[in-house]
C-alpha cells in the first residue's frame, strides 16, 4: 500500500521569501517520489523527482526538495518565492515495482505568493 | 504539455445524458492513464490502457463508466447516465522514464 499526505491546503508566503511545501508518504518498498504542479484550467507538470541518488533533488523553476527517509518526508521548497509561484502543488509517490500511472497523488497544496 | 491532447476541454451535460471524453498520447505511445480530479482533491486513478486492452480498471466506478483505446484512434473515457457527482477534471497522461505527462483536462459540468 501506499500513501501520502500534504498537512497544509493553503501555504501564503511573500514574493522574495523562502518556500516549504510539505509532503510525508508512505510506501512498502524503496519510494520514488515526485511533485508536480498545477495551474488554473490545466494539466499537471512535472517539477522534480527522487528515485535514488542525492537527497536534494533540484528540479524545474528553481524549486528543490529533500528525501528524508528517517522522517518519511519529501518537502517542496524554492530559497526565493516569486508571485508566478502561486499554483497548486502535488505530491505523488509509489514504490519501484509500481507502475508510474498509478502513483499516489496527495490532496494537493494551493501555494499564494503575495508581491 | 508533452503533447497530451485532450478534448472537449469543457463539457456541460444533464443529469441523465452521456458524456465522452477523448485523449490522444504522447507521440509513439500506445497507453493511457485516466484519472478524476474532484473539486479539492487530488487525482485518482481510473484505468489504464493499452491499444485495445484494458490493463487495470481497478479505479473505475462499477457502472455507468467505461473506457475503450481502439487501434486507431484516441480512447474514450464514457460516462452513462452522469450525475451531478460525475463533475469533475478527467485527465489522461501517458508516461515516459516514470514520469507522467499529463493532458490539459476535461472539465464535466452535470446540471
Known amino acids: 500500500a501506499q500513501s501520502v499526505a500534504q498537512p497544509e491546503d493553503q501555504v501564503n508566503v511573500a514574493e522574495g521569501n523562502p518556500l516549504t511545501v510539505k509532503c510525508t508518504y508512505s510506501?512498502?518498498?524503496?519510494?520514488?517520489l515526485f511533485w508536480y504542479v498545477q495551474y488554473p484550467n490545466r494539466g499537471l507538470q512535472f517539477l522534480l523527482k527522487?528515485?535514488?541518488?542525492?537527497?536534494l533533488v533540484k528540479g524545474s523553476y528553481g524549486f528543490e526538495a529533500e528525501f528524508n527517509k528517517s522522517q518519511t518526508s519529501f518537502h517542496l521548497k524554492k530559497p526565493s518565492a516569486l508571485v508566478s509561484d502561486s499554483a497548486l502543488y502535488f505530491c505523488?509517490?509509489?514504490?519501484?515495482?509500481?507502475?508510474?500511472?498509478?502513483?499516489?497523488f496527495g490532496d494537493g497544496t494551493t501555494l499564494t505568493v503575495k508581491p | 504539455n508533452a503533447g497530451v491532447m485532450q478534448n472537449p476541454r469543457h463539457l456541460v451535460r444533464r443529469r441523465g445524458q452521456e458524456a465522452r471524453l477523448r485523449c490522444s498520447p504522447m507521440?509513439?505511445?500506445?497507453?493511457v492513464y485516466w484519472y478524476r480530479q474532484l473539486p479539492e482533491e487530488g487525482l485518482k486513478f481510473m484505468v489504464y490502457?493499452?491499444?485495445?486492452?484494458?490493463?487495470?480498471e481497478s479505479g473505475m466506478p462499477k457502472e455507468r463508466f467505461s473506457a475503450e483505446f481502439p487501434k486507431e484512434g484516441p480512447s474514450i473515457l464514457r460516462i452513462q447516465q452522469v450525475v451531478r457527482g460525475d463533475s469533475a477534471a478527467y485527465f489522461c497522461?501517458?508516461?515516459?522514464?516514470?514520469?507522467?505527462?499529463f493532458g490539459e483536462g476535461s472539465r464535466l459540468t452535470v446540471l
Open positions: 507521440k509513439g505511445h500506445s497507453h
Open positions: 490502457l493499452q491499444k485495445e486492452n484494458i490493463i487495470d
Open positions: 505523488a509517490v509509489r514504490d519501484q515495482n509500481t507502475n508510474a500511472g498509478k502513483s499516489t
Open positions: 527522487y528515485i535514488t541518488g542525492d537527497n
Open positions: 510506501v512498502s518498498g524503496n519510494p520514488y
Open positions: 497522461a501517458s508516461d515516459r522514464a516514470g514520469e507522467l505527462f
